[in-house]
Every structure is written in C-alpha cells, then in structure tokens.
C-alpha cells in the first residue's frame, strides 16, 4: 500500500471511529457543550427560538441555557 493509500484508510477509519462514537452516546444524553452545531441549531429550531439561524455556536448554548 502507498503511503496515500495508507493516510486515506487512517483518515477512514478515524471517521468510522468518530461515527461510532455518536451513535452510541445520544445527544439528549450528553452535555450542551459536547453537542455539535448541528444538533444546537436543531434543539434552537425545536424550542421556537428567534434567529438561531444566524448564532454561532456559543450563542446558541447560550441562548439555549436561557
């Protein structure tokens, strides 16, 4: 294997570890600073609060702390 071909499958496998990852710890379980902004601006969508879409993510742990 190349030395391409070997930081390519290293990359792969770190992404199947990461995804196994968040599968097996739910989002709800875990703590608001854990979660990825993703899941923020969801939870923000979710709880009708106005402008998340423009937040960064520190605002929207903020905004959702409140």
């Given at each position: 294997?190349?030395?391409?071909?070997?930081?390519?499958?290293?990359?792969?496998?770190?992404?199947?570890k990461?995804?196994?990852?968040?599968?097996?710890?739910?989002?709800?379980?875990?703590?608001?600073?854990?979660?990825?902004?993703?899941?923020?601006?969801?939870?923000?969508?979710?709880?009708?609060?106005?402008?998340?879409?423009?937040?960064?993510?520190?605002e929207?742990?903020?905004?959702?702390?409140?």
């Open positions: 294997m190349s030395v391409t071909g070997f930081n390519r499958r290293r990359r792969e496998m770190e992404a199947l990461i995804e196994r990852q968040s599968k097996t710890r739910p989002a709800e379980g875990r703590e608001i600073k854990e979660k990825s902004f993703k899941e923020l601006r969801a939870e923000a969508k979710e709880k009708g609060i106005e402008g998340y879409i423009k937040m960064k993510k520190a929207l742990i903020e905004a959702l702390k409140g």
